[in-house]
């Protein structure tokens, strides 16, 4: 394998664990992870309540914390929200944006991602772009105009030189918390996918090609478990694990870890 990319294992906790769970659950992470070797990046993504609590306990480990969204403005009359502000000195370091079910549920546009990307960006937190396509346009062949589209549009005013921070994961809508997983090779497939389109993005007409999203990590997420992860790391695109079910239980998370470090091994330089 001689991709150079850095290998990410992230856990998207969505509404789920209470204040003692939440700490016990990030508690056991970090002293699972105490004093190895070859660790992936490790994030976890609790719920807003969580943020502090869970911070506080992962201090000294190897496990950052992220958050599952935020607004775009740094403050204002925008009841209900969370400014990239209040998340830094949170001490987040990560975040996640557009994913399916803020884009299902509550309204999330392409425009939207775009304008939660330059926050990110802009506060020094490093985002997790999610895009994916639902089983209806799936089965309607439209996969990868979807794909191409998302990512396109949330590249909309964004300088070449900041795509060093972004983290694109491929998340097919129709694969999040029902079982049903992609099949590796077609999830390595839009993966290389992904990091193509942010290549033409950024690629100047007869003038030279860019190569800047070679070393952009593209991660895989949709029913990713302990017994399929192995074989979606092996493959040559994909680059980690943005993970739901799975980021909920400590022996399941810290198993996807060890498979993250089993491709450190084989790439040095991929953490």
Known sequence: MSTQRKTIIAGNWKMNKTMGEGKDLVSAIAAATKGKADLPEVVVCPPFTLIHEVAEAAKGSAVKVGAQNMDYRDEGAYTGEISPVMLTKLGVTHVIIGHS???????????????????????????????????????????????????????????????????????????????????????????????????????????????AADQIPVLYGGSVKPSNIAEQLALPNIDGSLVGGASLTAPDFVALIEAGSKRVKLTPSGA
């Open 101 to 211: 079910e803020r884009r299902q549920f509550f309204g999330e546009t392409n425009g939207t991602v775009n304008l939660r990307l330059k926050a990110a960006l802009k506060h020094n937190l490093v985002p997790i772009v999610c895009v994916g396509e639902t089983l209806d346009e799936r089965e309607e062949g439209l996969t990868d105009a979807v794909i191409r589209r998302q990512t396109a549009a949330s590249l909309a005013d964004i300088d070449e030189t900041d795509l060093e921070t972004i983290v694109y994961a491929y998340e097919p809508v129709w694969a999040i918390g029902t079982g049903k997983t992609c099949e590796a090779a077609e999830a390595d497939r839009v993966c290389a996918l992904i990091r193509a389109t942010v290549n033409e993005f950024y690629s100047k007409g007869e003038g030279p090609k860019s190569s």
